[in-house]
């Protein structure tokens, strides 16, 4: 299994980025996904999450608006657009999968069976 996220770097106050993260190792379209970040000395926050067939998507209030969650099921990729990016959003940024009928709710970072490695964001003021 493998989870590759890319994208990530260093940007502007008021820019955008995209993330990507490629999928292997697993049946991608049995897995919802979602992306998490972890900001130096806090823990782990939910973003946002896909359902696996990419008709429902969840977000955090914090990014709600301004981010935008999307899939590939034909490719194994997951995406997060970012518009509108601020300081508070400088973390690195993770994907994961969660599998279907994973009890709990998913932006709870313990439901998801899944890890990238992480990709760094950081936004200058």
């Known amino acids: 299994v493998q989870l590759q996220a890319s994208g990530g770097g260093l940007v502007q106050a008021g820019g955008s980025l995209r993330l990507s993260c490629a999928a292997s190792?697993?049946?991608?379209?049995?897995?919802?996904m979602g992306w998490f970040r972890q900001a130096p000395g806090e823990e782990r926050e939910f973003v946002a999450r896909?359902?696996?067939?990419?008709?429902?998507?969840y977000y955090a209030d914090s990014t709600k608006g301004r981010f935008t969650i999307s899939r590939d099921n034909a490719q194994n990729m997951v995406y997060l657009r970012m518009n509108s990016l601020g300081p508070e959003d400088t973390a690195v940024y993770y994907c994961?999968?969660?599998?279907?009928?994973?009890?709990?709710?998913?932006?709870?970072?313990?439901?998801?069976?899944?890890w990238g490695q992480g990709t760094q964001v950081t936004v200058s003021s």
């Open positions: 994961a999968a969660k599998a279907l009928g994973a009890s709990g709710p998913s932006s709870d970072p313990r439901t998801y069976n899944y």
């Open positions: 190792g697993f049946t991608f379209s049995s897995y919802h």
């Open positions: 896909i359902a696996n067939n990419g008709y429902s998507t």
